[in-house]
């Protein structure tokens, strides 16, 4: 197909040419472009990072997650300093080199706290990663001193009207603002989009993956929207995987440098969700390493979950051999960021 051709050789794609792609009934030359690209780029090593969900408190209110401050039903916890330190501690021994810290937006741990708590794991030789939310400039610089190399922050759609119905008191511009300044802070930085969100056209999920490169980012993370019953979105359940999987594949080939990851909404949908992620052009897993918590933090309903942590990584670590692919060493920097030579 000539415009997978021409991704493939110049990896940039107008609007209309993205929603091509997004349309296609049969998308298998798309994702197998997407792992060409991929394997060429970045390789066969796929990075993990451990995944600590550090609250399930959130100030917000957006209207497809179950972690919004309206939904009474989820059980509301914020892990203390020593809590996040030990899972960290146990992600290091089972020899994670990421680990990233994420929670609901709220700002009960208090700033100087999570400054310690991202020194501390520094000490334990591990990248950060921070999926904290809107922050002011101070604050993400504040977390920068302390040590903290990545930031994720999804842009979830770039449709504003669409962004602000959905995320009610939110301004798109901050969202905007907040990116720019991670950007600015040299953290490596890592948003994303959700795919079938009610009212969002083929057309804007194209306008989602232009931004992102415009932006641009090191990390992409998409994942297909999945309807929660405890959420005024409950009613909203189509399955969305083939088109996010399609998004996916698609931002591989315009921004074959970076790094995605198979999303956990991914394996939500679909048994070996992750692997067919992997396979159409993803290069990261985020398995959960913060024990219980992933009990209560509920996004959305079947959230896959990690077993014991040494037993998941061994598993893992099979599972991929069996697909030509193997746990990449070091900390995964994005080779997008590396080209930047902000190091
Ligand atoms: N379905 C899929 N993804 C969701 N998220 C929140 N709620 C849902 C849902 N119902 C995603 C958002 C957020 C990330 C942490 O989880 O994109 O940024
Ligand atoms: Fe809070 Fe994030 Fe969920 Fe919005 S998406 S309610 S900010 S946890």
Do not use: W
């Not at 914020?78 to 330190?85: L, P, T």
């Not at 037993?311 to 997008?336: F, M, P, Q, T, W």
């Amino acid at each position: 197909m000539e415009i997978i051709e021409k991704a493939i050789k110049t990896h940039v794609l107008d609007k209309g040419e993205i929603v091509s792609l997004l349309n296609l009934e049969d998308a298998s030359l798309l994702y197998e472009a997407a792992d060409r690209v991929r394997r060429e780029s970045v390789g066969d090593g796929v990075h993990l990072r451990g995944l600590i969900e550090i609250s399930t408190v959130c100030k917000r209110n957006c209207l497809y997650c179950g972690l919004r401050r309206d939904n009474k039903k989820i059980f509301r916890r914020r892990m203390s300093c020593s809590e996040i330190i030990n899972h960290a501690q146990a992600a290091a021994r089972a020899g994670y080199a990421t680990v990233v810290l994420q929670g609901g937006e709220e700002d009960g741990f208090g700033a100087d706290n999570m400054a310690e708590v991202i020194k501390e794991i520094k000490r334990l030789g591990l990248a950060v990663t921070l999926s904290l939310g809107e922050k002011s400039f101070e604050e993400y610089s504040l977390y920068r001193q302390a040590g903290a190399d990545r930031y994720l922050l999804r842009i979830e759609t770039t449709d504003k009207a669409l962004y602000e119905r959905l995320d009610p008191d939110m301004s798109f511009e901050n969202r905007v603002r907040c990116l720019k300044d991670l950007g600015r802070l040299g953290y490596e930085v890592g948003s994303g989009f959700m795919v079938g969100l009610p009212g969002q056209s083929v057309e804007s999920i194209a306008d989602d993956i232009l931004f992102l490169k415009a932006l641009p980012v090191h990390m992409a993370g998409i994942g297909p929207f999945i309807a929660n019953p405890d959420t005024p979105l409950a009613n909203c359940g189509k399955d969305n995987f083939d088109l996010s999987l399609k998004a996916m594949a698609v931002i591989r080939l315009v921004m074959p440098y970076i790094n995605i990851p198979a999303t956990t909404a991914m394996e939500t949908l679909r048994p070996q969700g992750r692997f067919t992620a992997l396979k159409s052009g993803a290069n990261v897993i985020m398995p959960n390493v913060g024990g219980d918590m992933s009990e209560y933090y509920q996004l959305y309903p079947g959230k896959a979950r990690a077993g014991e942590v040494i037993k998941y990584r061994l598993d893992l670590e099979e599972k991929l051999k069996a697909v030509g692919r193997h746990i990449a060493e070091g900390s995964g920097i994005s080779k997008a960021y590396l080209a930047e030579d902000k190091k």
